[in-house]
C-alpha cells in the first residue's frame, strides 16, 4: 500500500445556472471515479476508484491525497464526525475502515469467513458505532466501529442493495435492492429492519422502487419510483403519502443535505434540486448524474456524472464517472 500525495441551464431560463468545479484526479490510474462523499464537518471529500483504492481532497488547501490498495474501492462514505471513512471494495470480500487521521494502513478490514459476496453500498449509523454494507450475494452485514466485531447479519434478497439508510434515531435501517439494471426494467424492492429487536418489518416488491432514503429526523421514508412519483412511507403503519412527481426519472439517488434542507434527486437524465420541506424545485444541475453528496452547509453539491462507454477518452482511462464539485448559490434561497 502507498500513500501519495499530489501538490447555462438546465430546462427552464427561470432558473439560474450554478457553477462546477472538475474533481477529476490529477494522475493517470486507470479506475473510474464511481462514487463521491463529503465529509460532514470539512472541507475534505473522497473519490472512490474502482480499480486503485480512493483519492481525497482536501477543497480549503487544494491537496490531493492517493491511497492505492490492491482492493480498490467501490463506494465511500464518512462517519457523522468525520473521524473514519468506510469504504468497499467490491471485487474483494472486504468492508475497509480508514481513520482520517491516518491514512498510511487501514484500521480494520472486515471479512468474514462466511462473506459470500463482495462489499458494495456501506453507510455508517448516526452515532458512528456501526457501519452497515451491503454485499452482492444479497446480504446486509451490521459491524462494530472501531472493534470491526460482527454484530447483525440480514438476508433476504438474492442480489446486492443499491443504496443504505438509517433513520435518523439509529433505530431501522433501510435497503433498496434493483434485481435488474434500470435500462432493462428494474424491479426495485425495498426492505426495512428494526435493529432492536434484529427483524425486518417491510418488504415492498410491488411496484418498481428506484431510490429511498430516511427523512431527516423522522423514522419515515422518502421512495421514489421508476414513474417519478415520490411519495412517505411510514415503515411500521405502512401508511403512505404522495408528496410530488419527480421532473427527471428514473432517480437512481436521493439525497439530503445534512441540515435538511435541500433533496437532491440524480438520475441518468439529469440532478434536480428540491426544497425539502415542500418539494418544490430550486434548479438543477446542466448534467445528469447517479449519486450526489452534499457539503456541510448545504451550499455545494458533489455529483458523479454518468459517461457513456462508446466515449474514447473515458474507454482509454477506463473510467465512466465524472467527478464534480457544484456551487449551488445560485440556486437556494
Given at each position: 500500500?502507498?500513500?501519495?500525495?499530489?501538490?447555462s441551464?438546465?430546462a427552464?431560463?427561470?432558473f439560474?445556472?450554478?457553477?462546477?468545479?472538475?474533481?477529476?484526479?490529477p494522475?493517470?490510474?486507470?479506475?473510474?471515479?464511481?462514487?463521491?462523499?463529503?465529509?460532514?464537518?470539512?472541507?475534505?471529500?473522497?473519490?472512490?476508484?474502482?480499480?486503485?483504492?480512493?483519492?481525497?481532497?482536501?477543497?480549503?488547501?487544494?491537496?490531493?491525497?492517493?491511497?492505492?490498495?490492491?482492493?480498490?474501492?467501490?463506494?465511500?462514505?464518512?462517519?457523522?464526525?468525520?473521524?473514519?471513512?468506510?469504504?468497499?471494495?467490491?471485487?474483494?470480500?472486504?468492508?475497509?475502515?480508514?481513520?482520517?487521521?491516518?491514512?498510511?494502513?487501514?484500521?480494520?478490514?472486515?471479512?468474514?469467513?462466511?462473506?459470500k459476496?463482495?462489499?458494495?453500498?456501506?453507510?455508517?449509523?448516526?452515532?458512528?458505532?456501526?457501519?452497515?454494507?451491503?454485499?452482492?450475494?444479497?446480504?446486509?452485514?451490521?459491524?462494530?466501529?472501531?472493534?470491526?466485531?460482527?454484530?447483525?447479519v440480514?438476508?433476504?434478497?438474492?442480489?446486492?442493495?443499491?443504496?443504505?439508510s438509517?433513520?435518523?434515531?439509529?433505530?431501522?435501517?433501510?435497503?433498496?435492492?434493483?434485481?435488474?439494471?434500470?435500462?432493462?426494467?428494474?424491479?426495485?424492492?425495498?426492505?426495512?429492519?428494526?435493529?432492536?429487536?434484529?427483524?425486518?418489518?417491510?418488504?415492498?416488491?410491488?411496484?418498481?422502487?428506484?431510490?429511498?432514503?430516511?427523512?431527516?429526523?423522522?423514522?419515515?421514508?422518502?421512495?421514489?419510483?421508476?414513474?417519478?412519483?415520490?411519495?412517505?412511507?411510514?415503515?411500521?403503519?405502512?401508511?403512505?403519502?404522495?408528496?410530488?412527481?419527480?421532473?427527471?426519472?428514473?432517480?437512481?439517488?436521493?439525497?439530503?443535505?445534512?441540515?435538511?434542507?435541500?433533496?437532491?434527486?440524480?438520475?441518468?437524465k439529469?440532478?434536480?434540486?428540491?426544497?425539502?420541506?415542500?418539494?418544490?424545485?430550486?434548479?438543477?444541475?446542466?448534467?445528469?448524474?447517479?449519486?450526489?453528496?452534499?457539503?456541510p452547509?448545504?451550499?455545494?453539491?458533489?455529483s458523479?456524472?454518468?459517461?457513456?462507454?462508446?466515449?474514447?477518452?473515458?474507454?482509454?482511462r477506463?473510467?465512466?464517472?465524472?467527478?464534480?464539485?457544484?456551487?449551488?448559490?445560485?440556486?437556494?434561497?
Amino acid at each position: 500500500m502507498k500513500i501519495v500525495f499530489l501538490v447555462s441551464l438546465f430546462a427552464l431560463a427561470a432558473f439560474a445556472s450554478p457553477e462546477a468545479m472538475d474533481l477529476t484526479p490529477p494522475d493517470d490510474l486507470e479506475g473510474e471515479v464511481f462514487w463521491v462523499a463529503y465529509s460532514p464537518i470539512s472541507s475534505l471529500v473522497a473519490l472512490p476508484r474502482y480499480y486503485n483504492g480512493f483519492s481525497l481532497k482536501d477543497l480549503d488547501s487544494g491537496k490531493w491525497i492517493r491511497v492505492e490498495d490492491e482492493h480498490g474501492a467501490v463506494r465511500a462514505a464518512f462517519s457523522a464526525n468525520g473521524k473514519y471513512l468506510g469504504v468497499t471494495a467490491y471485487y474483494t470480500k472486504t468492508v475497509q475502515l480508514w481513520d482520517i487521521s491516518n491514512l498510511k494502513k487501514t484500521i480494520k478490514i472486515f471479512e468474514t469467513p462466511d462473506l459470500k459476496g463482495s462489499g458494495h453500498s456501506i453507510c455508517f449509523s448516526p452515532d458512528g458505532k456501526l457501519i452497515a454494507s451491503a454485499h452482492t450475494d444479497g446480504r446486509v452485514h451490521l459491524t462494530e466501529v472501531p472493534s470491526g466485531k460482527e454484530k447483525l447479519v440480514f438476508s433476504g434478497s438474492d442480489h446486492y442493495s443499491s443504496s443504505l439508510s438509517f433513520s435518523s434515531s439509529g433505530a431501522y435501517l433501510t435497503a433498496l435492492t434493483q434485481r435488474r439494471e434500470l435500462a432493462k426494467g428494474a424491479v426495485g424492492e425495498i426492505r426495512v429492519w428494526n435493529l432492536q429487536k434484529a427483524e425486518e418489518i417491510l418488504h415492498l416488491s410491488d411496484q418498481n422502487y428506484t431510490s429511498t432514503v430516511f427523512l431527516p429526523a423522522s423514522e419515515n421514508l422518502l421512495v421514489a419510483t421508476a414513474k417519478g412519483a415520490l411519495f412517505k412511507l411510514n415503515p411500521n403503519t405502512k401508511e403512505s403519502k404522495d408528496v410530488a412527481n419527480l421532473e427527471v426519472h428514473p432517480v437512481e439517488n436521493l439525497t439530503f443535505s445534512k441540515n435538511g434542507k435541500y433533496l437532491s434527486a440524480a438520475s441518468e437524465k439529469g440532478v434536480v434540486i428540491y426544497n425539502a420541506s415542500d418539494y418544490k424545485k430550486l434548479g438543477a444541475l446542466p448534467d445528469n448524474g447517479w449519486v450526489t453528496s452534499f457539503s456541510p452547509d448545504g451550499r455545494e453539491l458533489l455529483s458523479v456524472k454518468m459517461t457513456k462507454e462508446d466515449n474514447p477518452a473515458y474507454r482509454k482511462r477506463q473510467s465512466y464517472g465524472h467527478a464534480r464539485l457544484w456551487d449551488l448559490s445560485a440556486l437556494l434561497p
